[in-house]
């Protein structure tokens, strides 16, 4: 059974089963939606149960010719750092289908383009094709582009434009540097394997001028600095569940390409990057804390909050150790979990109030008990409390990166610290204090929104207690990366 391709492909069936469906069932299209998105979580578990933790190769692999006069082949595969993100694709998309019950208008293009934005992030992740790879990688792209400009708020046109044209003019690097390697290997190929296997041919020329093609396209997904100014906005306009998975899997998809890509195929342009890196890495950590730290508007904290924690990521990948590889992997996994559930909460209160303003509330917390609760634990995760899934990522990240690059640790510790900031202040000003009499007709959240939100909350609290079986399906691969090049 290609478990593989079901897992990618079920979510397409189910964007054309909503095509033949009437606008009019609302009810149909939003329990296809999930069905879809569902099937895809189940197989995903189906890999989960018998993935090998022992072995750094491709797993599940699947493998023909498609377009045979370009060698280029539908081959995809799994491995300890692609198969997390592929799980916390589908449980994530599963609960932000949930999430997006509340949308009214339009719903038969909303669960059609959702449904179809998840078959390409997911294929991201598989693919061991670089043709193949390039075109999941621009799959996402159409279905943001419409999520963003149909159902986003006040600026979505705009925001909508910004994203495509920033993103689009990554690909086109990103392009540029695939036909590069196609045309300088011997025989021709965009099969990744074979390209790993053939990069001791590839000057260190060349390798730098290929894996600035790539990074250009990677940078501006992640959102590095100074590509980030378009990931705020985004967020800010998307609709509540859309922002779920822009935070949660769209910006991994750039580390992601750094990893796989980046240090996998071309590890003389990546060591002699590592400079730049982590100064960037340091930039996102404690720009993006005090730019958080600045703003009035909740989902723009958390936009910014993002532009933080994937300077972590940076962080430990610059240490080009396998603790850091672990921490930058886990911080993947932590930040789509803990900033997905931060996304879904600021849309229940906007849902509500229809404001974000942190200073426009006050004492909310005897009003809405549970709501604060849960926004309380998800933002002591996000700063890194102990005991809460953030914690480890990050520690790993530091753990893995202070050996080589001792200041830039230290630098970034005041991110730690600005994030901390900038979380309290909000639930000071939000929850704490007297209670401010306009939200006295405030309602707690609702069972729909619980079912959404609560299973991130209970991931959140299992990878902060015990790690160790997250870090297990990892931790083999990592290792082998760390030593690939040594």
Known sequence: MNILSLITFIPVAGALVILCLPKEAEKPIQITALIASGLSFVFSLFVLYAFDRTTPLMQFTERFSWIPSMDIQYALGVDGLSFPLVLLTTFVTVLAIIGSFGIKERIKEYFFWFLILEAGMIGVFEAQDLVLFYVFWEITLVPMYFLIGIWGGPKKEFAAIKFFLYTLSGSVFMLLAILAVYFNTNPHTFYLPDLMAANANWSPRFQILVFLGFYFGFAIKIPAFPFHTWLPLAHVEAPTAVSVILAAVLLKMGVYGLMRISYGMLPLGFHWFLKPLIVIATINIVYGALCAMAQTDMKKMVAYSSVNHMGYCLLGIAGVTATGFQGAVMQM????????????????????????????????????????????????????????????????????????????????????????????????????????????????????????????????????????????????TLVHMANMFK
């Open 333 to 476: 996994i932590t930040h789509g979990i803990i900033t997905g559930s931060l996304f879904l909460l600021v849309g229940v209160i906007y849902d509500r109030a229809h404001t974000r303003d942190i200073s426009a509330f006050g004492g909310l917390a005897v009003r809405v008990p549970v709501y604060a609760a849960l926004m309380f634990l998800a933002c002591f995760a996000s700063l890194g409390l102990p005991g809460l899934a953030g914690f480890i990522s990050e520690f790993f990240c530091f753990l893995g990166s202070f050996q080589a690059w001792k200041i830039y640790a230290a630098i970034s510790v005041l991110g730690v610290l600005a994030t901390a900031a900038f979380f309290l202040r909000m639930m000071e000003k939000v929850f704490l204090g007297p209670f401010n009499n306009k939200w006295a007709g405030l309602s707690d959240i609702n069972a729909r929104e619980l079912c959404s939100i609560l299973p991130l909350t209970v991931m959140t609290v299992a990878l902060g207690i015990y790690p160790k079986w997250a870090l297990d399906i990892m931790n083999t």
